[in-house]
């Protein structure tokens, strides 16, 4: 995992880990945590397609602003998931053009 666990200002109390599905695979993160700060723990980089040269996306404001982040997250897209805390179970999938409601 590539993640910061130890610094020396800050504090990283334990937190529940949790199971969640990205892109058909089971993967861990910790409960509460950004799903786009899961995915780069885990070296999952692209979050999604931009709409008119289909280039890839990832994590790059990390409070809300942009639209890097939008992903499809339990079947709705448009989900900015720098900001959407991770739960157990969740279904996570790159988003393509501007998402599809399924």
Known sequence: MRR???????????????KFIFEGREVEGYEG??????LVANGFYEMRESVNLHRPRGFFCAIGNCS???MV???????????TPL???????????KGVLK
């Open 87 to 97: 739960r157990e179970g969740m279904k996570v999938e790159i988003q393509k053009d």
């Open 4 to 18: 910061i666990t130890v610094h020396p200002i800050l504090n990283f109390p334990p937190k529940k880990k949790v």
């Open 73 to 83: 997250v339990d079947g709705k897209p448009n989900i900015r998931t720098c900001i």
């Open 33 to 38: 945590e950004p799903i786009a700060a899961a």
């Open 68 to 70: 890097s982040c939008l």
